[in-house]
């Protein structure tokens, strides 16, 4: 799978749009871009994924470059339980016995 | 999304001694387990990877004898720590996965395992 890099830490005032970077440049043609969050002392929890296209669900939005060189996730409104760490990860297709593998991910703090 | 949960959530225990974790996927079947553990303020590693009703594969400097994992049925596998020891304090997290075209990985809650 390939290598992915995002920022250690980053912070966001509630209610304004948290941009969350990643960069995966050595990214296979068939490699989707996944991303979780933990919430401490949680299990991780999905949050969404693409391949090319740019996405949208209830919870953020991802913006992939055309270049598939790097991402970036989208919390439109950030609240205060969005603190918490944000993994990007790509892998290969769907499931069916494929692992996860966890970079160090980004602290995201939502201030008040 | 899949429901999973993990028994027990927090223990605390002595060194020397073992202690089992449950893992319970209770919709759907899951013919694989992952079993990950995250130190403080680290990021998760996984530790082992078991198929329904064969023995786990472990990832290079996990101790199969020390974690021993039973993945005997397709909504249960447990892992268990023997002879546990402070360094083994730790969160533990199970991710099922099953025969299903899905692109979201369910993790359950995790186990805080203490030893003393």
């Known amino acids: 799978d390939a290598k992915t890099t995002q920022p250690p830490s980053m912070d966001c005032a509630e209610g304004r749009a948290a941009n969350l970077p990643c960069n995966h440049s050595?990214?296979?043609?068939?490699?989707?871009v996944y991303w979780y969050r933990q919430i401490h002392s949680q299990g991780p929890q999905y949050i969404i994924h693409?391949?090319?296209n740019n996405e949208t669900n209830e919870m953020a939005s991802l913006i992939i470059t055309e270049d598939r060189k790097s991402s970036t996730l989208i919390l439109p409104h950030a609240t205060l339980r969005d603190t918490a760490v944000y993994y990007c990860?790509?892998?290969?297709?769907?499931?069916?016995?494929?692992?996860?593998?966890f970079g160090e991910g980004t602290q995201l703090t939502v201030n008040p | 999304g899949a429901v999973v949960s993990q028994h027990p959530s927090w223990v605390i225990c002595k060194s020397g001694t073992s202690v089992k974790i449950e893992c319970r996927s209770l919709?759907?079947?899951?013919?694989?387990m992952f079993w990950y553990r995250q130190f403080p303020k680290q990021s998760l590693m996984l530790m082992a990877t078991s198929n329904e009703g064969s023995k786990a594969t472990y990832e290079q400097g996990v101790e199969k004898d020390k974690f021993l994992i039973n993945h005997a049925s397709l909504t249960l596998s447990t892992l268990t720590v023997t002879s546990a020891h402070p360094e083994d304090s730790s969160f533990y997290i199970c991710?099922?996965?099953?025969?299903?075209?899905?692109?979201?990985?369910?993790f359950g809650p995790g186990t805080r395992l203490t030893v003393t």
């Open positions: 693409g391949l090319k």
């Open positions: 919709d759907f079947q899951a013919t694989t």
């Open positions: 990860i790509v892998r290969v297709g769907g499931t069916s016995g494929s692992r996860l593998t």
């Open positions: 050595t990214i296979s043609g068939n490699e989707y």
């Open positions: 991710s099922p996965d099953g025969d299903r075209v899905s692109y979201e990985q369910y």
